[in-house]
């Protein structure tokens, strides 16, 4: 928020908007930074909002077509650092999430001053929330076990909560349920400092006036604030007061869009245990849906881990959180079959084009609807994106997973070449070719077998 100050008058302090705090904890963050999941998009998104991925972090693979990094627009990066040299994101297992999340115990709103957007009206109280960031407990170790999951839905404190009330009560109407010049309610503020009490009095207050689904200048709800904040309490706190849970933001990102990219399965839970209203096959404006974007954010960490060799702790334990994410949206419906607007891939397209092994072999594991290993793609299935996999270590692995589980080698894609016409040169080539020509032949054999049965 933004204060008008006369020559004579000094401002004690100022009012932090979302935006601001967002860029605070940016500058906080070090080198080891949350994987940036991309969508595959051709417009790019504004340099100041986009922060650069360490080199680490550049998802690049050799395939039958374009790495999906190749087209990234990445989502605005609210993950905040703790104030160590350990980065923080969530998940790290060497920084909890009390530490990681906590700003100012008060909200460092001053008196006397001025708020152009608020009719002018002098802010006469002191705009202070009376409790402090409140974060589980349960929270500062890391999810780290696949599809683990803490137990969220503690009480609030009562007593907060009526101070809380209070505030909002004694301050000036315009202060409490107005926007200032960047879209940014009192909501918002509360929201993204994770105060759940301060949070909830402002969202009741803003219910009362049908105004819970404000949107910020980057068409945020208080809801996305959360979400992309980690503050699954307070997510299910505003689901439980009515905001809209499928609301989305200037990029069409709703709230399991945004959970499933930042790989957060205590706010994936929160926002779930919502259904059936959630739509789990909702568009963002590229066309993906929760799942594809969780599927590319998993590949993502996959190659900065590859990159690292192995031994990054936290990057494993990011990847088996972004995994459990794939895993929720699955159990809770989202349908495998989906194909992304702009190229067609389902999933696997998107697992296998990355060489995402460990994406691949879990697809691969679960029960899979008939054909689904032979969809095209722009004409190539996921078996010619595997023999496009020139280099890539996991390249057999995934050809053989593939064969398994019923991969057509003889299917043609749109220039005509069969997934061995697309293998490497070289010995190691021949010899998936082999593989490939040996499986063919059984296939063409068990076509004639089962024909002449008929």
């Known amino acids: ?18 935006k601001k705090l967002l860029e ?6 070090t080198a080891s930074v949350p994987p940036s999941c991309s969508t595959a998009g051709t417009s790019p998104a504004p340099p100041t909002t986009v922060p650069q991925l360490p080199s680490a972090e550049q998802f690049t693979c050799t395939g039958a077509s374009s790495s999906y990094s190749d087209m990234a627009v990445s989502y605005e990066q609210w993950a905040p650092a703790a104030e160590s040299a350990v980065g923080f994101y969530p998940g790290h297992p060497e920084t909890s999430y009390a530490a ?13 001053q001025q708020l152009p957007g608020y009719g002018g ?8 929330c009376p409790m402090s960031a409140v974060t589980d407990p349960g929270m500062a170790s890391s999810w780290s076990l696949l599809g683990s999951s803490p137990s ?14 209070m505030l909002l009560n004694g301050m000036d109407y315009s202060r409490a349920t107005g926007q200032d010049e960047d879209g940014d309610t009192i909501l918002h503020i509360y929201t993204a400092k994770g105060l759940r009490e301060c949070a909830f009095a402002a969202a009741e207050r803003l219910r009362d006036v049908g105004r819970l689904d404000a949107k910020e200048h980057k068409g945020k709800t208080a809801l996305l604030v959360a979400v992309t904040a980690n503050q699954p ?7 439980s007061l009515g905001t809209d849970i499928n609301a989305c933001d200037v990029n069409g990102q709703t ?16 926002i779930l245990s919502s259904r059936p209203a959630v739509n789990l096959e909702a568009r963002n404006f590229e066309g993906m849906t929760p799942l594809h974007c969780a599927a590319i954010s998993h590949s993502v960490t996959m190659k900065a881990l590859s990159n690292s060799g192995l031994t990054d702790v936290g990057l494993q334990t990011k990847a088996a959180e972004k995994l459990s994410c794939v895993q929720m949206l699955l159990t809770a419906g989202a349908i495998l079959l989906s194909q992304e607007i702009k190229s067609n891939k389902t999933v696997l397209h998107l697992a296998v084009k990355e060489g995402n092994i460990d994406l691949v072999t879990y697809l691969l594991r679960i029960p899979l609807p008939k054909n689904f290993v032979n969809l095209k793609a722009h004409g190539h299935t996921a078996l010619h994106m595997a023999a496009g996999l020139h280099g890539n270590p996991h390249q057999e692995e995934i050809l053989q997973l593939l064969l398994r589980r019923g991969a057509d ?42 024909q002449d049965q008929e």
């Open 1 to 18: 928020m933004h204060f008008d100050k006369s020559p004579k008058e000094k401002q004690c302090c100022s009012l932090p908007t979302v």
């Open 233 to 239: 309490e307070i997510v299910r706190d505003l689901l």
């Open 409 to 450: 080698p003889s299917i043609r894609n749109l220039e005509n070449d069969q997934p061995a016409h697309l293998l490497q040169s070289g010995l190691h080539g021949e010899q998936l070719k082999l593989i490939l020509k040996k499986r063919s032949a059984s296939s063409r054999r068990r076509i004639v077998s089962l």
């Open 121 to 128: 009206h002098t802010m006469s109280q002191t705009y202070e």
């Open 100 to 112: 990681a999340y906590s700003l100012p115990m008060t909200s460092d709103y001053g008196t006397q």
């Open 152 to 165: 969220f839905g503690s009480s609030m404190d009562a007593t907060k909560l009526e101070q809380a009330r």
């Open 255 to 270: 709230a399991l869009h945004l959970a499933a990219h930042y790989g957060l399965p205590g706010v994936l839970q929160a």
């Open 24 to 29: 605070q904890k940016r500058r906080r963050e």
